[in-house]
C-alpha cells in the first residue's frame, strides 16, 4: 500500500446527529447468539428454565479468541436454539423472555484492578468487543507484548465515515467524561505514552468539545481528519493521522499503534466504575423506510431488529442493514438480533435498479482504492479462478470498503467479488 488519496465523497446522511440518546423499550423476548464477535463462540452456561438476572455472565468460551456473553435482561431461559449467524456461521442462542424488574445481578461490582494483568483480565470479563463494527476482542488488542511489540500512540477512531450513523458522535458529545477518562485509563494501565483522537471535520461539536478537554494535556492530541470515506478504515486512519504504513500481513502493533474505537473506550471505563459488562450499546435507526422516531437508541443487546424498526414506524422496507450503506450486512430475516458489533439499522425502501454492463476500462475503481489494488483485474482474475494472479495483485488487503462498487459506472459488483475472491484463497490455502 502506498501514499495516496483514494476514496470516495458520500452524501452524508447524517439525519440524527443532533437527536440524543433515548432508551428503548424493554423487548418482551431477547435473543442472545453466542457468537457476538470475532472469534470462537461461546458455549451457554444455563438450560432453559433458568432464572437470569441483569449483568450475570450467560455464556463463555476457554478459547483465548472469544469473549463472555451477559444477560442484558433479567427473566427466565425460555430456550436453547441453534442459530444460524447473519454471516452463515453456526453457534447455540440463548432465548430470554424478560421479566420487566431489571434485577441487577450480584455479580456486577467494579473489576479490582491493580496491574496490567487484572486490568486485562476484567477487560475480558467485560465481555468488550471492538464496537466500531470489526468485533475483534478487546483484551486480545490491548494484550500486546511490550518488550516484542512497543506500543508509542494509542490512536482513537472517531472517524465514522458511513453515511447515516451518528452513534459515535453521539458517543463525544454525550459522554465525553467517560471517552477521555477512558482514554487516560488506557494509556496509564498499558503504558502508552501518547494518544491521537482522529475525527472527521463534519463533526466540529465532536472536534470542539475532545479540544476543550485535553486542553491541558500534551499527551493527547485531537486530529481534524478529511471527511471522505473510507477515513475510518484502520490502515487509511492511521496513515492519515500517523504516515505510518501497515504493511501487507502486519497489525497496526507493528507499526507501534494500537487503533480502539471511541465507543469501546467509552464502555470500557463505566465497565470500569460500574462492573456492568456490555449488555446494551447505542444503535442509529434510519433510512427512507423509517417513518418516524428515526433517531439514537441505547438498545439491549438480543433485541429483535423487527422491534426496532416497528417502533421507528418502518412498516414495510425492502432491504434492512446491520450497519452503513457501504459496508453493512443486509439482513434475511428482521427478527435477528442486536448484537455487540451493532452500530446501526437501516431500513430503506428506495433502493437503486442499475443493470450491470461491460467494463468500459475508465480506471474509476483503481483511483478510488485507498489502498491502491486493481479491482477491474482482480474481478477478471476471480472469474478465471486465478489463484496464482489474486495472490499477485494481493486481493487479501482489500478491505471491503466497496469504494470500487460505488465508482463503477458499469454497476460491477467489485468489492463483492473481491470478498469471494479471498473465500477462494481460503479453500486453496485448505487444499494445499
Known amino acids: 500500500m502506498s501514499v495516496k488519496s483514494g476514496g470516495v465523497r458520500l452524501p452524508h446522511h447524517k439525519s440524527t446527529e443532533n437527536k440524543a440518546t433515548l432508551e428503548f423499550p424493554l423487548p418482551r423476548k431477547l435473543i442472545l447468539p453466542m ?6 463462540p461461546c458455549t451457554p452456561l444455563v438450560k432453559k428454565g433458568d432464572e437470569v438476572s441483569v449483568g450475570m455472565k450467560i455464556g463463555d468460551s476457554d478459547k483465548p479468541m472469544s469473549v463472555p456473553v451477559h444477560s442484558p435482561a433479567s427473566g427466565k431461559v425460555s430456550e436453547i436454539t441453534d ?9 447455540k442462542a440463548v432465548v430470554i ?22 486490568f486485562l483480565a476484567a477487560v475480558r470479563e467485560s465481555g468488550c468487543c471492538g464496537l466500531g463494527g470489526a468485533g ?10 511490550p518488550k516484542k511489540t512497543p506500543i508509542d500512540t494509542l490512536l482513537i ?14 458517543e463525544f458529545v454525550e459522554s465525553p467524561e467517560d ?38 494535556n500534551p499527551n493527547i492530541e485531537v486530529v481534524t481528519l478529511p471527511s471522505s470515506y473510507p477515513q475510518g478504515a484502520e490502515k487509511v486512519l492511521i496513515l492519515t493521522v500517523t504516515g505510518r504504513l501497515v504493511a501487507e500481513g502486519e497489525l497496526p502493533a507493528h507499526q507501534g499503534v494500537i487503533v480502539m474505537n471511541v465507543s469501546t473506550v467509552s464502555f470500557l471505563m463505566r465497565y470500569i466504575r460500574t462492573g456492568m459488562p456490555l449488555v446494551s450499546r447505542r444503535l442509529t435507526i434510519d433510512g427512507d423506510a423509517v417513518t418516524k422516531n428515526s433517531g439514537n437508541y441505547r438498545v439491549l443487546i438480543g433485541t429483535p431488529a ?10 414495510e422496507y425492502k432491504k434492512v442493514l446491520y450497519g452503513g450503506p457501504m459496508m453493512g450486512m443486509a439482513l434475511d430475516n428482521a427478527d435477528r438480533p442486536v448484537i455487540k458489533v451493532n452500530n446501526a439499522i437501516l431500513a430503506f425502501n428506495k433502493l437503486p435498479e442499475n443493470k450491470t454492463t461491460s467494463c468500459i476500462r475508465c480506471g474509476r475503481c483503481v483511483r478510488a482504492c485507498p489502498v491502491d489494488l486493481m479491482p477491474v483485474s482482480l474481478e477478471s482474475a476471480y ?12 486481493v487479501r488487503l482489500c478491505i471491503n470498503c466497496g469504494c470500487c462498487t460505488f465508482v463503477c459506472p458499469a454497476n460491477r459488483h467489485l468489492a463483492e467479488k473481491n470478498q469471494l475472491a479471498k473465500g477462494l484463497l481460503m479453500k486453496a490455502a485448505k487444499r494445499s
Request: charged share 25%; glycine share 8%.
Open 35 to 40: 457468537a457476538q464477535c470475532m472469534g470462537a
Open 83 to 91: 442459530w444460524r449467524m447473519s454471516n452463515g456461521a453456526a453457534c
Open 97 to 118: 423472555e424478560t421479566d420487566g424488574l431489571q434485577t441487577v445481578s450480584p455479580e456486577v461490582i467494579p473489576p479490582k484492578i491493580t496491574d496490567r494483568s487484572s
Open 136 to 145: 475483534f476482542p478487546t483484551h486480545i488488542k490491548l494484550g500486546f507484548d
Open 157 to 170: 477512531n472517531g472517524a465514522e465515515c458511513e453515511p447515516y450513523i451518528t452513534s459515535d458522535y453521539r
Open 179 to 216: 471517552v477521555i477518562d477512558g482514554i487516560s485509563y488506557i494509556m496509564k494501565m498499558l503504558e502508552i505514552p501518547s494518544c491521537k483522537i482522529g475525527i472527521e471535520a463534519n463533526k466540529p461539536a465532536a472536534i470542539a468539545e475532545m479540544k476543550k478537554r485535553t486542553s491541558d
Open 306 to 315: 423487527s422491534e426496532l424498526l416497528e417502533y421507528c414506524g418502518a412498516s
Open 383 to 394: 472469474d478465471r479462478g486465478d489463484i496464482a494472479e489474486l495472490e499477485r495483485l494481493k
